[in-house]
């Protein structure tokens, strides 16, 4: 027992025995820097490096991105991060594919191309005579995985469209267009009237110039822009499957996205596009994707 114990008291005498750490240069042997150190210290000094080393690495692993670059640690959400990825994705193309729609009839509006219903009609008898083996064939290629990221997608698209109802008021309710209010854009002589068949598909308003052109309904604006025949044009959606058109504005006030009020100026009158002659409005309104007489609806 005394042996153990001198020996333990000899281990921690050598910890605690101090030495001399001189630092010379190597051609002069001058002494550079002289430091007194022990063994002890010098263990403590390695240790508390070591410790805050290590706190150092996990905290740049556990609170930084570097852990999604190790093997195994960050793959804990990998499956929720790529369905997340797949619903945007496929909402992006849902959104894309509706937008080509919505801008080619659009289009149509305003190059008066306008699909008859027969046309309509002979397009929906196409798809129903379609190859029903080919129809189960591209439905097959979807899992199931796909059809509820669809059907979720649907749910959030609907949440969405309801919502806005609420909150602008641009609900579907059903009233006929006859039982609707409308704003005259503005007062004056009409010179041209409603002439489907040879392709004017609204009324053009005399009006002096600069003339306030006014909403004739809330709605959303969904065009504003210059065509080469209209010129500078408006384009309002608004609530019962109404669409308004203002062409040939010489200054337009409202861009895509803005929320309208009826009688708020959206553009002064023009004479723009090669379709015009003179200083007027070109007022146009559109019910269910048809164009219909103003004059019937509305007193300029």
Do not use: C
């Not at 051609?27 to 805050?52: C, D, Q, W």
């Not at 002589?189 to 909403?215: C, R, W, Y």
């Not at 040939?248 to 409202?254: G, W």
């Not at 379709?275 to 048809?290: A, I, K, N, Q, V």
């Amino acid at each position: 027992m005394a042996n153990e114990h001198d020996k333990e008291k000899s281990w921690m005498e050598k910890l605690r025995h101090t030495y001399r750490l001189v630092i010379m240069k190597h051609e002069t042997f001058e002494e550079v820097g002289s430091y007194k150190l022990t063994l002890l210290n010098v263990y403590i000094a390695v240790s508390t490096v070591a410790v805050v080393m290590a706190l150092l690495v996990f905290v740049l692993i556990a609170f930084t991105p570097i852990r999604k670059y190790i093997p195994g640690y960050g793959d804990v959400n990998k499956d929720e991060e790529l369905s997340e990825l797949y619903q945007k994705l496929d909402s992006i193309e849902y959104y894309m594919n509706s937008t080509e729609v919505y801008t080619d009839n659009v289009r149509r509006m305003l190059t008066k191309d306008v699909q008859t219903a027969e046309e309509v009609e002979a397009a929906n008898d196409q798809r129903t005579k379609s190859d029903p083996q080919e129809d189960s064939a591209v439905s097959a290629k979807f899992s199931e995985v796909d059809e509820q990221l669809r059907q979720e997608i649907e749910l959030n698209e609907i949440g969405s469209i309801a919502q806005r109802s609420r909150t602008t008021n641009l609900t579907t309710s059903g009233i006929p267009l006859e039982q609707m209010f409308f704003t005259p854009p503005i007062s004056g002589e009409i010179s041209a009237g409603f002439m489907p068949d040879k392709g004017h598909q609204g009324v053009d308003i005399l009006a002096p110039k600069n003339t306030a052109i006014k909403a004739v309904m809330d709605g959303y604006v969904f065009l504003s822009d210059w065509t080469l025949e209209t010129g500078n044009t408006i384009g309002i959606q608004h609530s019962n499957n109404v669409i308004t058109f203002y062409k040939h504005n010489s200054v337009l006030l409202k861009r895509v996205g803005d929320y309208v009020r009826a009688g708020e100026a959206v553009s002064i009158i023009g004479n723009t596009g090669t379709l015009s002659d003179g200083p007027h409005l070109h007022f146009e309104l559109w019910y269910r994707g048809t164009p219909v007489d103003p004059t019937e609806y509305i007193n300029f």
